[in-house]
Structure formats: C-alpha cells, structure tokens
C-alpha cells in the first residue's frame, strides 16, 4: 500500500521535481497594441493650474479705530482669531535691545489684572483653548483658538490680554533668565552660528537688523519699560484684528465691537520701519568650532522685497541653481562629488525689507575648500549661459504648483490676506505673482543672474574647525576675517 501511495505522489508530482525541465507558459501572440512603447513618467500631462480665487471677507474699521476682518468657515465647530501689531524689535531702543521680545513674552505669561498668566493657563487648559502673544522683528501677534462653545469666554481672556496686561515682575524675571540662558546657548550650534554671523554681517552689526541680545541690553530692561513699550504701539488704530470659524458674520462683528468699545487709547501714528542699508559686505569670514567634524557655510548678499518685478525670475534662478533635487548645486557637490550633507540656495525676500539670498548646507571639514570652489564656479556658470528649457520649465512648475497651497484653507486665506494688509499689498498680489511667475522665460533667468547676483561681493561665513579643512580657506581667493564668537559679559561681571 505504501508502494502504491508513493507511486501516486511521484506521477502527480510537477515535472521539474522529476528533472525536467520546466514547461513554458505559451507565449500570447502580439497584437498592434502589444508593440506600442511602455509611456514613461515624461508623457504624463496635466492641465495647467486655474486661477486663485479668493472668498470674499468681511473688512470694517470699528469706531475705536481698529480694523476687522471676518471669514466665516462652517468645517469645524471652531473659532480663531489674531491680532496683528505694527509693532517690533526693530524698535527697540539701541541700550535695549530685547525690549520687545520680553514684552511679547510677558503679555502672555504676566496675566492681565484680574488673572496672572498661571491662573490663565488653567483656565484655557480646560477649554481645550489657547490665547497667545509675540513680538517678532516687524510685528507683533496676539491670537486665540476655542471651540464654539467657549467662544465667548475665550474672547474675554484674549481682550484683557490684548487690552490690559500686567507685566509681574516674577515673570518679567522669567523672561529674562530664560533669554539669558540662551545667550549663554548661542555657540552651542555651529549651524546657528553660520546662519546668525552670515545675517549680521550682511545687514551690518550695527544696525537693528544686524544686532542682538546681549546680557548688557537685556539687564537694562525694567518692568516700567515693558509698559510703556506696550502702551506706544498698543492701541485700536494701529492693530488689525482677523476672525475666522464657525460663526455668523454680523453677530460676530457686533460682538467684537461691544467687547472693545472701552479701548479708545490713542497714541501718535508708528513711524516707518528702519531702513535696511544697502552695501556689500564682501569676504570670508571663519567661525572657529573646534568640537565639529563638518563645516556648516552660508554664501550670498542682500535679496531683495516681494515688490520686485524681478522676484518671480529670481525665484527661478535660485530653484535651478539650488532648490532640491535635481539642482545645480545638488547635482554637483552632492551627488557627483559626493561632499555635502545637505545644499540649498534661495532669493529671500520679505515683505517690507531686502531679504537674503543664501547658498548654504555643510560638507565634511576635509572637502571645505573644494565645496564652496564648486558653488563659485556654479554661481558663473549660471550668470554665463542660458538654464536649459527642461531646467526653466521643472523650476516653474515647481514654483507655480506651490501656490495650490496659498488659498487651500479659508484660516490661510484671511492669514494672506492679513499680511497683505498689514504691509500695504494689493489683495490680488497672489493672482499678480502667479502671472508673473508663469511669463518667466530663460532670458529672464539669465538677466537676473548677471545684472542682481554679485559673486565677487559675496559673504562667505564658514564655522568649523580649520585644522581639518585639507586646504586653507583664503584659497578662495580673499583674506580670511576670524569671527569674535566671545559673548561680552553682563556690566560689571568679569
């Protein structure tokens, strides 16, 4: 019987468990279909991106002198709204610099009269809510997030922060130990190093947007100059208030105008923002860390603002020489010559100042030299040729794609709309900067590139550590300048 099993398995067996061959599946007959070319990713074809339609907003000046926008979004039982404040450190007083970030700071954290920051805190932890404040370089922000039905409550703890803060010296203290730790901190990062000195010497370190926070400055800030810092550019006519959720316009305009009927303070209209000057600030320039195994660097100039007629073809050029992947610069140093961890150019551009054009990344400490070499002679390259028609329109797309991001929620809509606003930009500045972008051509690319890149004034700032840079860094061609990283010490501390 076991002879007979065993026979039965062996004939049902597959003939290549008996040694022969395998059989072979026979092959379907081609048909005119069969022999057409596979397509590749190449062949696919979009349809271009539409025109950005913005939704409509409620816009009103209240008596008081504050102006409101509203935008009623129905997707969430949710509330949020921000107030914007011309206001920031590029105002602080030369001997203070960090007024106006421990203002922002202790707007919040100080509590308001009837309530300290901690009590808040609470308060707004169990409504699952949120009301904060800060001051950045040339604006200053308080906002507040709630659900519906905590709308009311959370409105009235924003209002008394926006409106009456107290400045407690307990958290005036706070905040000023906690900056002062990261003054201490400000070395730590060779990669922050690079990007801090590379800003301050383009902008220039005596000016507001080439300075910073020292122990000096910041032990000379008091409780009384908070106050009066907040009570100079906090008042109706110089803040803009954006509303947006799930609300009724006219009931949520009524509400906000009985909340801040009481604030009428009145103050002489905000000066203009100091301007940034303009110089180059060329040569290289070496932050010694001698505890990194990689060089962190950042080469470039001064950029420019988003008025620009030239920012769209600026943006192309800067995504073709640096923007990802498939650019110049990646290309080269990081794939080819294998010698960076990470590279990148971009046109900064701002809304009411020169931004920073900037080619940064690092490399190993031994390929330094050779790194920043290769992006001298990318830099030439684009300023001496046109970019390729594959080159223009992968960095178009990329650019005009972005955009799908501008208006994809209503909270993004009014938060554009706020900025545009708030730095006297026409509502449609999107709609003219898509035009724009799609009309750039590779003569543009080109002009821009010789006329607004200026290699031979670039700032080259290098942190790392000399000894293992293979090759010394005046190679490049200008004397090297050593970068003071000593923090000065408080007044009268050793």
Known sequence: MKTLVTVLIFAAAPAWTQGAAPARAPRPAQTAASRLPVPSVNDLKFPPLGAIHIPDVETVTLPNGMKLFLLEDHELPVINGSARIRTGNLFDPPDKIGLATVTGMVMRTGGTRTKTGDRLDLELEDMAAGVEAEIGESSGTVSFNAL???ADEVLGAFHDVLTEPEFRQDKVDLAKSQLSSSIARRNDDAHGIADREFANIAYGRDTPYGWQIEYATLNRIGRQDLDDFYHRYFFPANVTLAVWGDFNTAEMKAKIEKLFAGWTPKQPPVPAFPTVRERAAPGTYLAVKTDVTQTFFVMGQLGGDLRDKDYPALEVMSDILGGGFRS????RVRTRMGDAYEISADWGATYDHPGLFEISGSTKSASTVETLQAIQEEVAKIRSAEVSDDELKTAKETALNSLVFAYDTRAKTLGRLLTYEYYGYPRDFIQQYQKALAAVTK???????????????????AAGNPKNFGKALDTLGSAVKTIDLTIPPAEGRP
Not at 328 to 331: A, I
């Open 148 to 150: 519906k039905e905590n």
């Open 328 to 331: 110049r610069l990646f290309q």
């Open 443 to 461: 003569a543009d690319v080109l002009r821009v590139a010789q006329q607004r890149l200026h290699p031979g004034t670039f700032t080259v700032v």
